[in-house]
């Protein structure tokens, strides 16, 4: 009984996710359905636990699961939302471009980019600097879309770039 009991301890903690892991991931669950509650579009047919506004919700659930399973709600949620953004129109209430508000250090040509790098699929890498800003998605991993964001970046701005956002695996 003990050692059953053990067992199913290492079961458990070998699928147990970071703390920092889960922290980020019930944010951005969190953000995510709040975005899909807002819009008329989206906010139908939303299951309750995968589009709960409640931190603790996703914080928990992420806890007792293994990063493939927390991806996998992600992934659940972000196309929901592309479903119904995409199917609102650019510009309409709902479309992709009113549901993504770039933060104020996103200006000009750069809003666009950055609007538009919610869109895309796959891992993705947002970098901005002095002078613009690249968005580089459909690579194999996040570290592929970054270095190739920072160097475009790099190219178009003509000074330092930091990465602002990445998504995907």
């Not at 309750?48 to 931190?55: K, L």
């Amino acid at each position: 009984m003990i050692a059953a009991a053990l067992m199913a301890m290492g079961t458990t903690a070998a699928l147990a996710e970071s703390p920092s892991f889960c922290n980020q991931y019930a944010s951005k669950a969190v953000h995510d359905a709040r975005q899909a509650r807002s819009n008329p579009r989206c906010n139908t047919n939303l299951h309750a636990g995968v589009f709960s506004t409640d931190f603790n919700v996703h914080y928990n659930w992420c806890l007792r699961v293994d990063r493939n399973r927390a991806y996998a709600g992600t992934d659940q949620r972000e196309g929901h939302l592309r479903r119904c953004s995409v199917a609102s129109g650019p510009g309409r209430p709902g479309g992709p471009v009113s549901a993504v508000t770039p933060p104020p250090e996103v200006t000009g040509s750069c809003r666009g980019v950055y609007i538009r790098h919610f869109t895309r699929p796959g891992p993705r890498a947002l970098a901005l600097g002095p002078g613009g800003c690249s968005s580089q998605y459909g690579r194999g991993s996040v570290d592929q879309a970054v270095s190739m964001a920072l160097m475009a970046c790099g190219r178009i701005a003509r000074g330092p770039c930091r990465i602002l956002e990445t998504r995907g695996r």
